[in-house]
């Protein structure tokens, strides 16, 4: 009885958001590319994209609480990739997805929950974007990505979207 009256105690003192997330070490294991991959970690701020390279590559948009000098605690949200464009341009585009036409709402969501959380991790890759992005794409099965690759694209809608 206690911790229900503790519990609607911390929901009436702000704001709380549940996220789920799959975690799936066998699809972990089966992670395959050819090409090697050199992370850089941003916050996700205007003034820090400029800091982005002018080159293709795949980018991660992770949540990080910043908590108690923890080390680098994050979660995975979203995966992209930069193939037509350069990384500095793509991810920039996510500053005006509120306010398209016809917005992303999971990317809304993102952004509008966890903006001053965000956390970008990028990588440079010259060529074969696409299948670099298909294969981190199977391996983490972000929540905030409605497109997963071949089959995990149903098992995703089932476990996030229903």
């Keep these: 009885m206690s911790y229900d009256l503790e519990f609607n105690r911390a929901l009436a003192a702000g704001p709380t958001y549940a996220q789920k997330f799959l975690l799936w070490p066998r699809q972990w294991k089966s992670y395959r590319s050819a090409t090697r991959l050199t992370w850089h970690k941003i916050r996700y701020t205007p003034s820090?994209?400029?800091?982005?390279?002018?080159?293709?590559g795949?980018?991660?948009?992770?949540?990080?609480?910043?908590?108690?000098?923890?080390?680098?605690?994050?979660?995975?949200?979203?995966?992209?990739?930069?193939?037509?464009?350069?990384?500095?341009?793509?991810?920039?585009?996510?500053?005006?997805?509120?306010?398209?036409?016809?917005?992303?709402?999971?990317?809304?969501?993102?952004?509008?929950?966890?903006g001053r959380h965000l956390h970008l991790y990028f990588a440079s890759v010259p060529t074969n974007v696409g299948a670099v992005e298909d294969a981190l794409l199977a391996a983490f099965m972000p929540p905030f990505n409605t497109d997963l690759p071949g089959k995990l694209a149903a098992i995703g809608k089932v476990i996030y979207h229903t």
């Design 48 to 56: 820090r994209l400029r800091l982005l390279p002018q080159t293709t």
């Design 58 to 114: 795949v980018y991660a948009f992770t949540i990080c609480p910043g908590v108690g000098d923890t080390p680098d605690f994050s979660y995975l949200v979203y995966i992209g990739k930069a193939e037509d464009q350069t990384l500095r341009q793509r991810c920039g585009q996510y500053r005006y997805e509120p306010r398209k036409p016809k917005p992303r709402p999971l990317i809304v969501k993102m952004l509008r929950l966890w």
